[in-house]
């Protein structure tokens, strides 16, 4: 099944680290940032495993919890953490889940047969606290994803939740934002009495809080 942007994040019941844990119950009024890999006791995902923990107050300030899957079972998982932990110099808190049997793996379209049969690719979703995917990223096996750009698009979808802008081409917290078209330049003014400067009449830019 292939999910998209503002579908509901099919919920699911399933064994974890941290005991059975359900997805929409265990996500209560967080962002979820739900991400796949391919396998315990493999040295990218070790990385990206310690990269997660290593930004759990980044993840945290953001109201987001993570929540790591893999076609393995918890109790692999479990002794993996300790490599993790002991390589990373971090002590990981978040949840994985055991998906042996590629249940939520399938469900979510984790499994790319090109890449493997068996084992998920690098597979995204930020999960607003609505349960609606907001975001979605796949990487394949061989590349370890970057932190700094998952935190990035955390912060432009929750600024544009909280202000209505959108963010340009390698926005960074801080920088100038867009008013979206669909704004018309009166109500701009109102919403945006710090003002606003028009580039093109459908490019505005502007800066918020
Ligand atoms: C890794 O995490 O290192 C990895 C896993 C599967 C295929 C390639 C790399």
Wanted: charged share 25%; proline share 7%; aromatic share 8%.
């Amino acid at each position: 099944m292939s999910l998209h942007i503002g579908d509901t994040a099919p919920d699911f019941t399933t064994d974890s680290t941290i005991g059975e844990l359900s997805l929409h119950d265990w996500a209560g009024d967080s962002w979820v940032f739900f991400f796949s890999h391919p396998a315990d006791f493999t040295p990218v995902c070790t990385t990206e495993m310690g990269a997660t923990a290593r930004n759990a107050d980044e993840f945290a300030k953001r109201n987001v919890k993570p929540l790591g899957l893999s076609t393995d079972t918890a109790e692999e998982h479990r002794a993996w953490i300790a490599d993790v932990n002991s390589t990373q110099g971090v002590d990981l808190q978040f949840p994985i889940v055991d998906d042996a049997d590629m249940t939520i793996a399938r469900h979510y379209d984790m499994i790319h047969p090109d890449e493997s049969e068996t084992a998920a690719v690098r597979s995204v979703f930020i999960i607003d606290p609505d349960k609606k995917i907001r975001l979605t990223m796949t990487y394949p096996m061989s590349v370890g994803r970057n932190f700094a750009e998952i935190l990035r698009v955390i912060d432009s979808l929750q600024l544009a939740d909280r202000a209505g802008v959108v963010t340009p081409a390698d926005w960074t917290p801080g920088g100038d934002v867009i008013i979206p078209p669909s704004v018309s330049d009166e109500d701009a003014k109102a919403r945006f009495p710090q003002g606003f400067k028009t580039v093109l009449p459908y490019l505005r830019t502007t800066r918020v809080d």
